[in-house]
């Protein structure tokens, strides 16, 4: 009963608010929280308001706390929905790749063009395409080298 290691976490507020006359909304003294994971997950939302899972964000974490590490096993984070995703967090004003694919002009036909590049991802069969290389004039006359990856 008065042990000093665990407290009641079920003690009710007794304490009235200042407006006795009404009924009380509410008890002065607050009830105690919950315990455990009570909250929820933080997740991403995306433009189509359907909730992502967390996986890829916990992912992203533990690559930057360990640099070091490889991961060998992310295909299974891939689906149509995480390609959907990453295709309209894209900027739209883009220069175009080395294949002159624009972002609206993927976007014509997205939903097939996501459930193929899906497909061969999964396969093993998805090469990705040479990146453009433009150059950029320096103050010093040199030139820095700019690589553009496609859509």
Avoid: C
């Avoid at 459930?115 to 396969?123: C, E, G």
């Avoid at 998805?126 to 103050?139: D, H």
């Amino acid at each position: 009963m008065h042990d000093t290691e665990k407290s009641d976490s079920g003690i009710v507020a007794e304490k009235p608010t200042n407006k006795a006359g009404l009924l009380a909304a509410e008890w002065a003294e607050p009830r105690p929280g919950t315990k455990g994971n009570a909250e929820q997950q933080r997740m991403h939302r995306t433009q189509g308001r359907a909730r992502m899972t967390q996986s890829l964000d916990r992912v992203r974490t533990a690559a930057r706390l360990r640099k070091k590490d490889r991961f060998t096993a992310l295909f299974h984070h891939i689906n149509v929905d995480t390609l959907r995703a990453a295709f309209f967090a894209l900027r739209r004003k883009a220069a175009p790749g080395v294949d002159g694919m624009t972002w609206e002009d993927y976007e014509e036909d997205l939903e097939p063009r996501l459930a193929d590049l899906h497909k061969r991802v999964q396969r093993g069969a998805y090469r990705p395409q040479p990146s453009r290389r433009t150059y950029i004039p320096k103050a010093d006359g040199k030139q820095r080298p700019l690589a553009i990856a496609a859509l």
